[in-house]
């Protein structure tokens, strides 16, 4: 299954459910909307501090504003509806254990960023928050300008263009963004850090090698750099290494004020590394300092970014149009190829060539039709590259006829029926999401983490009766 991340899906899922439920419900409980309100009260009041003290720059606490707003919408969006209490549970937040969802920064920066509060929410006028959301809009526009005309000699720019994207458009346009900032300033560990953090956003919730080489690249420039800290220790924990998750989270919280908005999640993940090693996680935070810097600091510098320089956009694009004809020349040699057709399908989508990247996906299937990785792989692209809504990809009917198709080649794999649900609660149908999600449940290890994740997510859904 090379696209099923059920569990760092689960948190974008649980968006979806907000925007789609509120239109469909007749009504729903006063108590819970004002509750809610009052923790969204609460959690901007918790921005604006963080943002006083230093611990988060303007662009950071501009997204942080924002998604206040937009999850706020969807709970006053019509007069007496809310959305429903059973997805503010605590296991939204901490249960699911991932950074990511595939395509949705939302979903990490909820469950695993620290530069943002965890649940960020305030009670505002719609108007006032529909105002707000179009400023940031603005805002936006005019950094793309900037950005296209005359691009600013200032890293911060580009650290706000990039939280901006990220925000409104998803990790991989807000990663462009960081990446051109890294090109005129190179040794700016913050613009590094933020990287590789979109890295980790598309490569939906794993730190992989190339981020984790930014990451460590960040450390060098600029010690203790907590964005890196953390995304080290996520990567050790996805490891198996406690123990080296335990030593970079105790740095972030040796250091940190009791009131930074991201102590809480990374003292939850502290504790629950301690438990895995049968350590006692208040010992050793009372040992006080135990990580080496220098550890990171000597790491090899192996990513591709290092290597390339100042390369410009227009260089890079270059560069990817001639390892694509380079491929295309290989396959007209080799038509049988057929890794070499789903490689060529992906790549053509990313260059926005949509048309080209189908074409391939076809001849792919020309070559194996009864191998369901050929769908998967066009499923996968067509999602990437389609259309979001609030940082959710968009399940069209094509994409989950490729899925259905999928299923039926190889029944055992859960993946199709994750994203069948998916699309079933984007239309608004409920008990479909809910028979498509247990399908998924009847695919998985019960004692696994996916079945408990998955099974809490079900339970979540509203029910006829609710209301």
């Known amino acids: 299954m090379t696209a099923f991340t059920i569990i760092a899906a689960l948190l974008a899922v649980t968006v979806a459910i907000m925007v789609v439920w509120p239109l469909i419900r007749p009504k729903a409980g006063v108590e819970a909307r004002t509750q809610a309100m009052a923790v969204y009260r609460d959690q901007l009041d918790e921005v604006d501090r963080d943002l006083e003290r230093g611990l988060i720059n303007a662009a950071e606490a501009a997204a942080a504003r924002l998604e206040v707003q937009r999850r706020l919408l969807s709970v006053t969006r019509k007069e007496g509806q809310a959305a429903p209490t059973a997805l503010t549970r605590p296991f939204m937040a901490m249960g699911v254990g991932l950074v990511v969802v595939a395509g949705s920064l939302w979903v990490y920066e909820q469950v695993g960023s620290p530069h943002l509060p965890s649940q960020p929410l305030a009670q505002r006028d719609t108007r006032e928050l529909e105002e707000r959301r179009l400023a940031m809009q ?19 720019f580009w650290l706000a263009l990039g939280q901006l994207r990220t925000e409104l458009l998803g990790p991989r346009a807000g990663g462009e963004a960081f990446l051109q900032g890294l090109q005129r300033f190179p040794e700016h560990a913050m613009l590094r850090a933020a990287l590789g953090e979109a890295f980790v956003g598309q490569a939906e919730g794993t730190v992989t090698p190339a981020a984790r080489n930014l990451f460590r690249e960040a450390l060098e420039r600029q010690p203790g750099q907590p964005l890196a800290l953390y995304y080290l220790g996520l990567a050790a924990a996805q490891e198996g290494d406690d123990w080296e998750a335990l030593e970079l989270w105790g740095q972030m919280l040796w250091v940190a004020d009791a009131e930074v908005g991201w102590r809480p999640l990374v003292e939850d993940r502290f504790r629950a590394a301690a438990r895995r090693v049968r350590a006692d996680a208040d010992d050793l935070l009372a040992e006080g300092p ?3 810097p220098e550890r990171v600091a ?16 227009d260089d890079q694009r270059a560069m990817i149009v001639d390892m694509v004809a380079n491929l295309e020349a290989r396959l007209a040699e080799a038509p049988d190829d057929l890794e070499g057709w789903l490689r060529l399908g992906r790549a053509k989508m990313v260059l926005g060539e949509r048309s080209a990247g189908e074409a391939a996906f076809a001849r792919a299937r020309r070559v194996a039709p009864a191998d369901p990785r050929v769908l998967l792989a066009e499923a996968d692209a067509l999602l990437i590259s389609g259309e979001t809504t609030m940082g959710i ?13 999928a299923a039926a080649l190889d029944p055992s794999d859960p ?7 998916l699309r079933a609660l984007q239309q608004g149908e409920i008990e479909q999401a809910r ?19 998955v099974r809490a997510q079900i339970d979540a859904l509203p029910t006829a009766g609710d209301g």
């Open 290 to 292: 135990r990580y080496k």
């Open 393 to 405: 990809p968009v399940v069209t009917p094509r994409i989950a006829e490729l899925f259905r198709q």
């Open 435 to 453: 028979s498509a999600w247990e399908q998924v449940l009847a695919r998985v290890d019960p004692a696994s983490p996916d079945y408990a994740a």
């Open 415 to 421: 993946q199709p029926h994750w994203y069948l649900g």
């Open 138 to 156: 603005a805002e936006l526009a005019e950094l793309e300008v900037m950005a296209a005309e005359a691009p600013p000699g200032d890293p911060s």
């Open 298 to 313: 000597t790491a090899e510098m192996t990513t591709p970014l290092a290597q390339t320089g100042g390369v410009t956009d």
